[in-house]
């Protein structure tokens, strides 16, 4: 996780109104207002990198509602497509969604088949590592 961390502080992209890291008040905020608990690991991820902008991959944000990458507004969307309901977005990207289980694991959710795909990360650490710094 650590190394994770470090080489995403390395890759962030300096951008003209850098996001801010949450708190822990503010996670609980958006767990009331999904009706959801976050799993530990992806609350450590929010926490420590939700302020990182790094290549074409752009995970969910809570610090900012006008975002395009704010946390219940994306949830709100990959629901209505059919996204589970137990399934808490990580990211959008072209129509597909990654996302965090009740366990931490993160899954792809096929927008166009509408289904969870095979491919699953064990955590956001390691979806970060193999996807998102790899983008």
């Not at 959801?36 to 752009?58: A, M, Q, R």
């Not at 064990?122 to 193999?130: I, L, P």
């Amino acid at each position: 996780m650590e190394e994770v961390i470090e080489q995403l502080r390395e890759a962030n992209e300096p951008v003209p109104v850098p996001l801010e890291l949450p708190d822990e008040d503010l996670l609980v905020e958006i767990e009331e207002e999904l009706f959801i608990n976050i799993p530990f690991v992806f609350k450590e991820f929010l926490l420590t990198v939700s302020d990182v902008v790094y290549g074409t991959i752009e995970p969910v944000t809570v610090t900012d509602p006008q975002s395009h990458t704010y946390l219940p507004e994306v949830a709100a969307n990959a629901w209505d497509l059919g996204v589970p309901r137990d399934l808490i977005p990580l990211c959008e990207h072209e129509g597909d969604y990654y996302c965090v289980e009740e366990d931490g694991t993160v899954v792809l959710w096929e927008g166009e088949e509408e289904i969870v795909g095979e491919e699953s990360w064990e955590s956001v650490w390691h979806w970060a590592r193999d996807v998102w710094l790899e983008s």
